[in-house]
């Protein structure tokens, strides 16, 4: 399961926890959480329509490509990809139209279970990360190509810092690399481990999210949300930690002479 000697174990009531710190911080007016309903609710619609009622991406109007554009746009914002370093920063949302348009190519992957993505879909998901990457300009990183799949088709968790940090801290997989190879990992962990908990976490978010027009949360997300929470905890304590390292706690009495002699 890639565990190691030095990981934390994870317990049925920490998840439980970190599930009730998500749904209070989603359930607040407003939040960012949403972003990822919102955009993912307007990509389900169109790709659903692609799956059931035997239309063709080429049949997705310009007007509906933009709309996508535009709801992938102000999630990604919203989730953190628009900072100063970001390329996305320089750009406007119309960006986003090859990736939304290869997106379209690959609707039968919407939605579906994370454990059938590693089992018989991993070829298709190879390619469509594939084509996502070569929709840019530039060398898109494995945090941003996470979340626009995340929040498009919804099928992965998004590999940012507090994700990876908590697949560390747990053991789940030896490789915090996005790709096949973790994913697999962490399938089996959690549906080995917390399959019944996950299933009740995805259908009360089914529940709770529907009534605001997101019906459908995806196991991936859920996962994503709870391993989020986790890795945010890691960070602070580790911070917390080092702020209070005996070097720190040296430099600072050394500023509060400082001062004190400055005053004298």
Not at 106 to 126: A, N, S, V
Not at 153 to 177: M, Q, T
Request: aromatic content about 10%.
């Amino acid at each position: 399961m890639g565990k190691n000697e030095d990981s934390s174990q994870l317990t049925k009531d920490m998840l439980d926890k970190a599930f009730e710190r998500f749904k209070e911080a989603r359930n607040k007016s407003n939040s960012r959480l949403k972003s990822w309903e919102h955009c993912f609710a307007q990509f389900s619609a169109v790709l659903k329509d692609l799956k059931d009622k035997n239309r063709v991406p080429d049949d997705i109007t310009d007007g509906e490509i933009d709309n996508l554009c535009l709801h992938l746009g102000f999630y990604l914002a919203s989730w953190g990809m628009m900072r100063g370093s970001s390329e996305l920063l320089q750009c406007d949302y119309k960006i986003h139209e090859n990736a939304v348009k290869c997106i379209l190519e690959y609707h039968e992957l919407h939605g579906i279970d994370l454990d059938e993505l590693c089992k018989d879909k991993k070829d298709d998901f190879e390619d469509l990360c594939k084509g996502i990457k070569e929709a840019y300009d530039w060398d898109i990183s494995p945090i941003l190509l996470s979340k626009i799949i995340l929040g498009t088709i919804g099928i992965v968790p998004a590999y940012d810092g507090c994700f990876v940090e908590a697949l560390r801290e747990y053991g789940i997989s030896e490789s915090v690399k996005f790709g096949v190879g973790s994913l697999e990992k962490l399938s089996e962990y959690f549906s080995d481990k917390f399959k019944k908990e996950i299933d009740d976490y995805v259908k009360e978010m089914k529940e709770i999210a529907g009534k605001e027009g997101c019906p459908h949360y995806t196991r991936a997300k859920v996962i994503d949300s709870i391993m989020w929470f986790l890795g945010s905890e890691i960070f602070q304590k580790k911070n917390l930690s080092k702020l209070l390292s005996d070097k720190n706690i040296k430099e600072l009495e050394k500023c509060l002479d400082a001062l004190a002699s400055a005053y004298k």
